[in-house]
């Protein structure tokens, strides 16, 4: 009989006896499905700001705030954060552990050579003639082993763990955009505070000057006791505005440092400035909620389904006959000066088969586990839907309350601005003393304190909203092993 035939034989053979006899998994429930953006109520406040002019989609989101010391804020950030590397070892990581899947399905080849010195027993198997006598035993060998995977075990283990090197390289994205997100965030919360310290200032200096008149009318005769005493109540709480003010600036500035990987230094290089507290911060365009499965959390968490569906594959293959063709090829002699002789070639090839029939149930253990495992995995994969949803109708519903705030404030800052210029002209024409200008001056820097803070937080919520809506993050082409869709078979 042929070698080739005889292998056939051998294999049809294992089969019919292995398959009998191996463990069953059982029943299996129904798995959860995941859920898709457009299942989901995206509500009023997105249907309505969807409505916006699309914009194009760049995962340098900050760029659109037109602001060349952010961006290089965000360049220097993004190079040397510690957060940023600990994202990129676990994509090293996941692309060791998708090489050695990979290897499990190819062929592998060894070598083994083998030198014993050894003396025969005189109570064993030897002759009388060798029985006590020393000899040199000696093997040369090539030794190949490639598993026929009949079942997919390893394609499915393969296919998991490319599953999990895409959720690692989309985790690396959820890393930056947070990291951009916070410096943003925090560029604005500096910008603001920078802001308010100058309206304090000015308000505090005004306040002086009040003080100063009420003292100078008092000595005159002109005022009272009270006036003075009403002037400078405002003074001491001013001045502790003050000193919070260049705490907060401070504590923003550290920050910035921190999260960029910098020294304490670092951070009080950046003075930002609230360009324009009169404008509105406009919604930004493209907000359907489709766009919300694009974000990298969302990405890497359907990978993670993707790659638990495949492991649940693999733990129902795991049920099966494991067949491993073994090959070996080269020299044994009993004597080492003829290992390398003609005569001593040896070689062989046939089938390994590996089947459980009773394991205590591990199998059964180890594949509810994964059934389980995938539940777990798509009951994340629709709670950090849900949240990426509620993230977004957030911001744009605290961008429209901010803008309703906005427009009012911007009226009354109209109105005290024209009371000033009011009291302006009345002390030019001597109808009124300089106490009435100062006193409309600082009703103007009150308004223009409420506006700046609430452009801060317009920019803020601005900044949360695009990174909420994935910072124009894209996952890339994937030229190597992709998941078309989850295995329980």
């Known amino acids: 009989m042929e070698p080739s035939h005889s292998i056939q034989h051998w294999l049809a ?51 659109s705030f037109n602001d060349a010391d952010l961006d290089r804020l965000l360049a220097a950030a993004l190079e040397t954060s510690p957060s940023l590397a600990v994202a990129s070892a676990r994509i090293d990581r996941a692309q060791a552990d998708a090489g050695i899947t990979l290897a499990n399905t190819r062929p592998s080849l060894s070598a083994m050579t083998q030198i014993l010195r050894s003396q025969d027993s005189q109570n064993y198997k030897t002759g009388a003639d060798e029985a006590g006598v020393w000899h040199t035993d000696g093997q040369a060998l090539l030794q190949g082993r490639y598993n026929l995977d009949l079942w997919g075990l390893n394609r499915s283990l393969n296919e998991a763990a490319v599953g999990s090197l895409r959720a690692a390289q989309a985790d690396q994205a959820v890393a930056r955009l947070a990291l951009s997100g916070s410096l943003v965030e925090t560029w604005f919360a500096l910008g603001g505070v920078l ?12 306040r002086r000057s009040i003080l100063r008149l009420s003292e100078d009318r008092l000595k005159s005769g002109l005022g009272t006791q009270v006036d003075v005493v009403r ?70 968490q359907r990978w993670r ?30 004597s080492f000066q003829n290992l390398f002789h003609h005569d001593s070639r040896t070689y062989g090839v046939g089938p390994a088969v590996t089947l459980p029939i009773f394991d205590a149930g591990r199998l059964r253990g180890q594949y509810r586990a994964q059934q389980a495992g995938y539940a777990e995995a798509v009951a994340s994969y629709n709670q950090t839907l849900v949240n990426a949803l509620s993230e977004v109708a957030g911001h744009v519903s605290q961008l429209r309350a901010i803008e309703g705030q906005r427009l009012k404030t911007v009226q009354g800052l109209d109105e005290a ?3 000033y210029d009011l009291e302006n002209l009345r002390y030019r024409q001597s109808l009124t003393d300089f106490l009435h200008v100062l006193d409309a001056q600082t009703r103007v820097l009150d308004t223009r304190m409420q506006l700046v803070q609430l452009k801060t937080s317009a920019l803020q919520n601005h900044a949360g909203l695009l990174r909420a809506l994935g910072g124009g993050w894209k996952e890339a082409d994937q030229n190597s092993t992709t998941l078309a869709g989850t295995s329980h078979d």
């Open 13 to 63: 053979v294992c089969l019919l006896l292995a398959l009998p006899g191996c463990v069953s998994p059982g029943h299996s429930p129904e798995p959860p499905k995941p859920l898709s953006p457009e299942q989901l109520e995206a509500g009023l406040d997105i249907e309505h700001a969807a409505t916006q002019p699309a914009s194009q989609a760049d995962d340098r989101w900050w760029l």
């Open 417 to 419: 601005e024209q009371v």
């Open 231 to 300: 002037a400078r109540g405002p003074i001491p709480l001013l001045e502790a505005e003050q000193a919070r003010l260049q705490g907060a600036a401070r504590g923003y500035q550290l920050r910035l440092a921190a999260l960029a990987g910098k020294g304490p230094g670092w951070g009080e290089q950046w003075q930002p400035k609230v360009a324009d507290p009169r404008r509105s911060v406009a919604l930004p365009g493209h907000l359907p909620a489709e766009l919300i499965g694009g974000r990298p959390d969302v990405v890497a």
């Open 305 to 334: 389904v993707e790659a638990q569906g495949k492991r649940i594959g693999a733990a129902r293959a795991a049920f099966y006959p494991n067949i491993d063709l073994l090959a070996f090829a080269g020299f044994q002699s009993f």
């Open 195 to 206: 802001e308010q310290q100058a309206i304090v200032n000015q308000t505090l200096e005004q």
